[in-house]
């Protein structure tokens, strides 16, 4: 039998939220005001390099983030 482990990495999950607009309206425009160019970024390329790393850690400190995540770990 053939048993497989999923990981889940938050910064690029963290990514693809921001990239896919997966946040609450308020949320979005708050980043969107603080950190438009790396917002922006990513809206078009998910995996962009030179953002603002500030912009990812602060989408993972929410709330409805961390629930994203556990629903991917349960998964």
């Known amino acids: 039998m053939l048993n497989i482990k999923f ?3 938050k910064d690029i999950m963290a990514r693809f939220v921001i990239s896919k607009n997966l ?11 603080k950190y438009k160019s790396s917002y922006l970024l990513l809206l078009r390329n998910p995996k962009a390099e030179k ?7 602060e989408l993972q400190q929410q709330d409805f983030f961390k629930q994203y995540l556990n629903e991917a770990n349960q998964n």
């Open 7 to 9: 990981k889940i990495d």
């Open 23 to 33: 946040m609450p309206k308020p949320f979005a425009n708050y980043i969107y005001d």
């Open 51 to 57: 953002i603002d790393d500030n912009i990812i850690l």
